[in-house]
């Protein structure tokens, strides 16, 4: 291996997606990743070259995040706490719940990754334990037989075939009927995306029930607002939301592998536009399955747009 810092750090961006999906967190990640790479330095003599660099990479990344894991309560939606949002004035989040961030990045190189990076399934892969989780992700992601998982993992080629059936028919309970997946960049996900962000710079909600599948859901982070159905989703986002036109300036980005839209807001019309947050979509190509906003003004700079909106080319 050459004894170059820049080599490691030539993986960082797929290391970060790896710690991401066990995390839950960027920010938890981009520490683990750090940590990774500094181990990584340190024993860069011991390297036998016996297996390619980045599986050598993603096994200490991978103990990082289990020694990380160890204790911690899980990252959830607020679908996830288990008490459905029936009245949008009544919070239900807890003070002390771990939100399950985005990530506000799309890199080249783990395009044929996206299903593994999708929200619905970094949030089902934080009811797994966290060496179930690692099996999991070690197979699905770096595709490593069961022998060197149970090398990485410390354990048996049995244990590591049980705790990925385990993991598998977990992953299955939280979502029995998985979506067909849309890629971002599909012209049927951008056509939806497009009729979105027109939606709400508008405040056409007519428009925004059409593009809402019935049984679509409505989450917002860290309110803890969770709705299921256009029955209720409607209401809520015609007296909360869209309650004059051009309040909202939104461009379209990819997060997790979906299409997403960098949102400013303002509180009048006469004011000016502040970054406000990110909204990630799910859609069928032709409606949309679930939109989960996040409202935390630091993730439009982090999905690479600027502070002033008037400045996007």
């Known amino acids: ?57 993603y096994r200490i990344a991978m103990n990082v995040c289990l ?3 160890r204790g911690k309560g899980r990252r959830v939606l607020p679908a996830g706490l288990g008490v459905p949002g029936e009245d949008p004035d009544v919070p239900v989040a807890a003070a002390d719940v771990l939100w ?8 080249a190189h783990i395009a044929e990754q996206r299903s593994t990076l999708r929200l619905a399934l970094v949030a089902g ?42 993991a598998r028919a977990r992953l299955d309970e939280l979502a029995p009927t998985p979506e067909a997946l849309v890629e971002p960049d599909s012209v049927e996900a951008r056509r939806v995306l497009d009729s979105y962000i027109t939606a709400f710079e508008t405040a056409d909600i007519a428009a925004l029930t059409r593009l809402l599948r019935d ?3 409505l989450e ?15 209401p809520f986002l015609a007296e909360h939301v869209l309650t004059e036109p051009d309040l909202y300036r939104m461009f379209p980005t990819v997060a997790n592998g979906q ?6 807001h303002r509180d009048h019309t006469a004011a ?31 999905a690479g747009f600027p502070e002033d909106p008037t400045q996007v080319p």
């Open 125 to 166: 892969l934080q009811y797994l334990p966290p060496r179930q989780r690692a099996a999991f992700m070690l197979r699905e992601v770096l595709a490593m037989p069961a022998s060197e998982i149970a090398e990485v993992l410390g354990t048996s080629v049995p244990a590591v075939k049980s705790a990925l059936q385990r």
């Open 259 to 264: 299409p997403a839209a960098a949102a400013y």
């Open 215 to 217: 049984d679509a859901t």
């Open 1 to 57: 291996m050459s004894d170059t810092w820049d080599e490691l750090e030539s993986f960082r961006p797929e290391l970060v997606a790896l710690c991401y999906r066990m995390t839950g967190s960027v920010h938890e990640a981009e520490d683990l990743v750090q940590e990774t790479c500094l181990r990584a330095w340190r024993s860069r003599d011991a390297f036998e070259g016996r297996s390619a660099v980045r599986t050598w990479l």
């Open 67 to 69: 020694t990380a894991l």
């Open 100 to 107: 399950l961030d985005p990530l506000p990045a799309d890199p």
């Open 272 to 302: 000016p536009f502040r970054p406000f947050g990110l909204a990630l979509l799910t859609t069928d190509a032709t409606h949309l399955v679930s939109i989960t906003t996040f409202l935390d003004p630091a993730l439009v700079g982090a």
């Open 220 to 234: 917002v982070v860290p309110s803890g607002l969770s709705l299921s159905g256009k029955r209720l989703c409607v």
